[in-house]
Structures are given as C-alpha cells and as structure tokens.
C-alpha cells in the first residue's frame, strides 16, 4: 500500500492511498461527504476488491489529508478526472465507484469527459441536491444512529458555495456509452431511493439499477450489511452490467 498525492489544476494538494496486487484493472473509490479514505467502510471495500483489482481512494478537496475546502462539486468532478488521468498509465482499465456525494463527483467526471473510465458505478447518489424533497426515513434513520456513533471522523473544511452546484440529472444521459450502475439502499433516509430511479430514467445504456433491501446510506451499507451491495458491485467491477433488480 503506498501514499500519495497530486496537485488539482488550481494548485490545491489531493492525497489518494493505492494497493497494488498485480492487476490490469484499477478501481477508483471517491467517498462521500465528511468521509475520508481511511474510514473502515472503505478500508473494508478496498479489502473486498482487491482480489479483482487493484484499489486507489481519494481524499477530496478538504477531507482527511487533502488540502483546499469542499467546493460541493464546483472543482471535486475536475479533480477526479485529473486522478483517473493520473493513474491510467499502466492500466488496461479503469472502473470508477463513488459513494453518496462522491457519487455525484463520479457522475459528472464521467459525463463530462468522455472515454475516462471503462465503468462507473455510484451508491446513494444524489440525482440532485433538493435533498428536502422528501420525509426523512426514521426507521433508516435510527438503524444508522449505531454506525454513526462509532466511525471515527476527521474534521473537514466545508467552504461556501460560490455558485450553484451541478445536477447529475441533467447530464447523466451523456454518460453513455460507458456501462453506468446505480446502487442504492431502500432504506435511505438521507438520499431517497426517488433519486437512483430518476437517475436510472435519464440514463442511457448500458445502465443497470440496483435497489437494496434494507440498506441504508452509502457507506453505512459497508459497517450494517455488506454483502448485498458488495456482490453486485465485484460483479460490475469485473465487467458484469445486470439487468435492473430491486
């Protein structure tokens, strides 16, 4: 496993881990807001997939050991491009997985630069950031509280918004032709699961749509009930685009 890091466009220092085991195919993870890569969810997921690929996770615009301020998705879709443009070099393929606001960065890097990835993958992206469209799910709510509680958090710098932040619903049709899968847990009860099946909708394919029973918000699906987000996600990550499923 090796640290490193590199500088976004505009001179703001990104740091990133990468585990090697010999693999042509590299999994790019871009985790969730007041999340950072060395948070157990996602050391477990690079544990997870390690045997298909090797893993590299960023730590976004001031989050863990990376410098500047969350921009909410002014710079972040720039700085994953410029990352997956970095690591490519010695790859034959690379998948991209972003996880909740990471999701909306994967999404928009991806639509907006065409050929980056050979897939990308989301869980619990937002369609939009509306987010009080809805009643917050109690029931998810509470089943989180646990998992809260116990992960172990870095202090992150949360600039201001400067302008209005991007809408993966308006471009996520560009995506195509690179495979497109959409996970999401049904019991979310912070990004409902409304905002994987509009995405889906706007969506060309290949796309697939993934709705899990039980699961809760992004990465908490990793510390509450594994498997069934991890299984889909080997199989997209070895080239596998399913069908829909719910």
């Given at each position: ?24 195919r590299l999994a790019l993870v871009v985790p969730g807001i007041l999340t950072d890569r060395r ?93 009080l469209d809805h009643l917050p799910s109690a029931r998810g709510l509470l089943r989180s509280l ?101």
């Open positions: 496993m090796s640290e490193a890091s590199f500088r976004a466009r505009d001179g703001v220092e990104l740091a990133y881990t990468l585990q090697r085991a010999g693999h042509e948070c157990a969810e996602l050391q477990l997921l690079a544990r997870e997939l390690l045997p298909l690929a090797d893993v590299a996770t960023l730590d976004v615009r001031g989050h863990g050991d990376s410098g500047g301020a969350f921009s909410y998705g002014r710079h972040e879709p720039g700085d994953v491009a410029e990352w997956a443009r970095l690591l490519a070099p010695g790859y034959r393929e690379l998948v991209l997985v972003g996880f909740s606001f990471g999701g909306l960065h994967a999404l928009m890097a991806t639509a907006r630069n065409a050929g980056l990835v050979a897939r990308v993958a989301t869980v619990a992206a937002p369609a939009h950031l509306a987010l646990p998992w809260m509680a116990r992960r172990r958090r870095r202090p992150a710098r949360l600039g201001l918004p400067r302008s209005l932040p991007p809408v993966p619903l308006r471009l996520v049709e560009r995506i195509a032709p690179t495979p497109l899968l959409l996970l999401h847990g049904l019991r979310d009860w912070l990004v409902p699961p409304s905002h994987a099946r509009r995405l889906f909708a706007a969506a060309r394919e290949p796309k697939a749509l993934v709705l899990i029973e039980g699961g809760l918000h992004a990465e908490y699906m990793l510390a509450a009930d594994p498997e069934p987000l991890l299984e889909p996600l080997r199989r997209f990550v070895e080239g596998s685009v399913s069908p829909t499923s719910a």
